[in-house]
C-alpha cells in the first residue's frame, strides 16, 4: 500500500520561500497568481497492514517524524492499494 503524505505551513505562519516564488512569478507578469505555498510530499510504502493501523500509524509517524506539529500541518491519502 501507498500513502502520499503532504507537509506544509500551518495558515498562520509565514511562508518565505512561497513569497519568493510569487514574486518571481510576478516579476515575470503571471500577476494573477494570488499566493504560493510551499510544502513537502512523502510517499510511504507499507507492507502487510490493515486500513484500521493505516489509520493509526500515518498520523503519528506524520507528527513525529514528517512534520513539526508547532508550524507545519499534514494530509495524507492513501495512493495505492
Not at 493509526?56 to 507545519?72: G, K, M, Q, S, Y
Request: include cysteine; hydrophobic fraction near 40%.
Amino acid at each position: 500500500m501507498k500513502i502520499r503524505v503532504l507537509v506544509s505551513y500551518k495558515d498562520s505562519v509565514l511562508d518565505p520561500q512561497g513569497q519568493t516564488v510569487k514574486n518571481a512569478l510576478h516579476t515575470l507578469n503571471y500577476d494573477c497568481v494570488k499566493d504560493v505555498r510551499q510544502g513537502k510530499v512523502f510517499e510511504l510504502e507499507l507492507e502487510e497492514v490493515s486500513p484500521e493501523k493505516v489509520e493509526e500509524v500515518i498520523p503519528e509517524i506524520a507528527h513525529t517524524v514528517l512534520a513539526n506539529p508547532i508550524i507545519e500541518k499534514f494530509e495524507w491519502q492513501v495512493i495505492e492499494e
